[in-house]
Nanobody, 120 residues
Framework: QVQLVESGGGLVQPGGSLRLSCAASGFTFSSAAMSWYRQAPGKERELVVLITSDGGSTNYAGSVKGRFTISRDNAKSAMYLQMNSVKAEDTAVYYC?????????????WGQGTQVTVSS
């Protein structure tokens, strides 16, 4: 059974830092492209950052570039998002996403999300 479990969300003050984690199981993590998405109230879900299966390439949304850092540990089947200099507009539910190759197709999995609230 595939599971993606996010943790680390919470309340943080503007300018502060937070580290999100995503623990994966039930699929070959080292073959999966992993991403963080977020969805703010009343808005569509958006891609925050993607990291390739080997961790060699990343792609950040312009709104978080220079403030957020994605990383992964294939030995632990885990992915992380270090969030620095957070802003009120970073408030959202953050979702872990996995895309795995499967017989010429791509399987997509989602976590349940973790709430991040930036407020003083």
């Amino acid at each position: 059974q595939v599971q993606l479990v996010e943790s680390g969300g919470g309340l943080v003050q503007p300018g502060g830092s937070l580290r999100l984690s995503c623990a994966a199981s039930g699929f070959t993590f080292s073959s999966a492209a992993m991403s963080w998405y977020r969805q703010a109230p009343g808005k569509e879900r958006e891609l925050v950052v993607l990291i390739t299966s080997d961790g060699g390439s990343t792609n950040y949304a312009g709104s978080v570039k220079g403030r957020f850092t994605i990383s992964r540990d294939n030995a632990k089947s885990a992915m992380y998002l270090q969030m620095n200099s957070v802003k009120a507009e970073d408030t959202a539910v953050y979702y872990c996403n996995a895309k795995t190759p499967w017989g010429g197709w791509t399987r997509v999995y989602w976590g349940q999300g973790t709430q991040v609230t930036v407020s003083s």
